[in-house]
């Protein structure tokens, strides 16, 4: 069975930065896409950034590009989401999902399926 455990979240101030950290194991020798996504309430879960098994191709929302970066080393996990000039519209829970093979980055929650238990990230004005 995988495992897939999110941490970082945490509160900050609009402008300020976070890093989220994201591990999936437990398939030897299995490489994973992996993805955040985030809800708020009970609004639907949104796509925030996706990489792909070797780490040379990315995917952003357009409400994150420029200010989020999504990266790996070759491959392996951990998977990092570094999150610059946050604003307030930012806060959300964020979750870590993860997808075994795969060629590319994908977008919808329905392709990803490991999922993690979700870190809080608040943005406060």
């Known amino acids: 069975q995988v495992q897939v455990v999110e941490s970082g979240g945490g509160s900050v101030q609009a402008g300020g930065s976070l890093r989220l950290t994201c591990t999936a194991s437990?398939?030897?020798?299995?490489?994973?896409?992996m993805a955040w996504f985030r809800q708020v309430s009970d609004k639907e879960r949104e796509f925030v950034a996706a990489?792909?098994?070797?780490?040379?191709?990315?995917d952003y929302a357009d409400s994150v590009k420029g200010r989020f970066t999504i990266s790996r080393d070759n491959g392996r996990s951990p998977v990092y989401l570094q999150m610059n000039s946050l604003k307030e519209e930012d806060t959300a829970l964020y979750f870590c999902?993860?997808?075994?093979?795969?060629?590319?980055?994908?977008?919808?929650?329905?392709?990803?399926?490991?999922w993690g238990q979700g870190t809080q990230v608040t943005v406060s004005s």
């Open positions: 990489i792909n098994i070797i780490g040379d191709m990315t």
């Open positions: 999902a993860a997808r075994p093979l795969g060629f590319g980055t994908f977008r919808r929650p329905i392709e990803y399926e490991y």
């Open positions: 437990g398939r030897a020798g299995v490489r994973f896409v």
